[in-house]
């Protein structure tokens, strides 16, 4: 239970596994993929722990190969960690100082902006715009300051995302303003990317020489516990980032998983569908209730519940359905994470009696 680990946060970690009545808690708190691991991962991760006892090291380079087979680059543009967890902090160590600062949106994901006030790095915070996007302009006047920007697109918590073509203006502009500073796009669920002119930026990635782009096998592809993720873009970039690396930070097992996830071609089409239909049938009960919520690239929404997200949280939990956290200064939204179909119908029962209580 105490491996739920950061992104639910330490509340929830410190929850009971079962609700209230003792039935077992839907957990929609955390951004898991409720699907988990394809099969071929899981016989791959079943096969793998035969060789639990040999080090990584063993398998140098194949995962990066993998990779790089299956985006289309070279192995030299892929960096793997210890989920992109590692990516984004050692993103921080390595491209901020006393001087340069961290830029980072409020809400967004929280690890890089605690990781650099932990290492006393500067950090400018930048709200959302009352549409829950990223304010690109005020983020450009902060640059000249900055070491690193850090954009998650699709933002998580807020689930909306930025077309490519702001994204690259952006971009353009930032490198513009600065001669040093380090752009990392988090991409932790483009897989879900919705239509809207939304998609990966890794092609700013390969061109640039200061952008970087980070990818995990947490979301899309169902490992969240098993610790893989990466960087993709240039080679002299993702050395000065690989310098801060843990050795060896993915292990065997989840190697063979992450390997047999991208043989599997059909995966993300599956997978997308799945999480599209559970989604849109979460939106509209949602809606029906009176709650809005924006358009989501992601397997989460943002409902703006129209009341105290605490409260709305804890009794959602009492009746069985874990929702996300706080995302201050959100107060009024809940982040809701999308389960299985089986699971959205009856936490969609639990909204409906909460929310008409
Ligand atoms: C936007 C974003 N980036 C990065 C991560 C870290 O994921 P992991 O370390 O599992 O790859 C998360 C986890 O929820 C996330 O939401």
Not at 21 to 44: F, H, Q, Y
Not at 295 to 320: E, K, L, Y
Request: charged fraction near 20%.
């Amino acid at each position: 239970m105490l491996a739920r680990g950061r992104e639910a946060g330490a509340w929830a970690a410190s929850q009971p596994a079962t609700s209230p009545a003792g039935t077992s808690l839907i957990r929609l708190d955390s951004n898991e993929n409720a699907a988990g691991p394809c099969a071929a991962s899981v016989k791959a991760i079943a096969e793998a722990t035969q060789r639990s006892h040999v080090y990584p090291f063993r398998y140098d380079g194949v995962l990066e190969a993998a990779i790089a087979k299956r985006q289309g680059v070279s192995p030299a543009n892929v960096l793997t960690g210890c989920g992109s967890s590692e990516i984004l902090l050692n993103a921080v160590l390595a491209f901020t100082d006393e001087r340069r600062s961290l830029i980072a949106p409020v809400p967004t994901f929280e690890e890089p902006a605690r990781r650099a006030r932990q290492l006393g790095r500067p950090v400018h915070d930048v709200p959302v715009g009352a549409d829950l996007q990223v304010d690109l302009d005020a983020m450009a006047r902060l640059v000249p300051d900055a070491g690193l920007i850090f954009l998650c697109n699709p933002n998580n918590p807020t689930s909306v995302a930025l077309p490519l073509d702001r994204i690259r203006s952006f971009v353009t502009d930032a490198l513009a303003r600065s001669p040093d500073v380090v752009i990392l796009l988090d991409e932790a669920y483009i897989e879900y990317a919705d239509g809207g002119g939304v998609a990966s930026a890794l092609p700013l990635a390969l061109a640039s020489p200061r952008v970087l782009v980070s990818r995990t096998f947490s979301k899309m592809y169902g490992m969240a516990g098993l610790r893989v993720g990466y960087a993709m873009g240039q080679p002299a970039l993702l050395q000065r980032l690989a310098a801060w690396s843990l050795p060896m930070s993915v292990n065997t097992i989840g190697l063979h998983g992450a390997i047999a996830a991208l043989e599997d071609t059909g995966l993300e089409a599956r997978e997308r569908a799945r999480n599209a239909e559970a989604r849109a049938f979460t939106v509209q009960r949602l809606e029906a209730l009176g709650a809005k919520v924006p358009t989501s690239h992601a397997n989460f929404v943002m409902a703006d519940i129209g009341r105290d997200c605490i409260a709305f949280r804890d009794a959602c939990r009492a009746q069985g359905v874990a929702v996300g956290r706080p995302f201050p200064p959100l107060s009024n939204y809940s982040r809701i994470s999308i389960g299985t179909m089986a699971e959205m119908r009856t936490a969609c029962d639990v909204f409906t009696s909460v929310l008409k209580a």
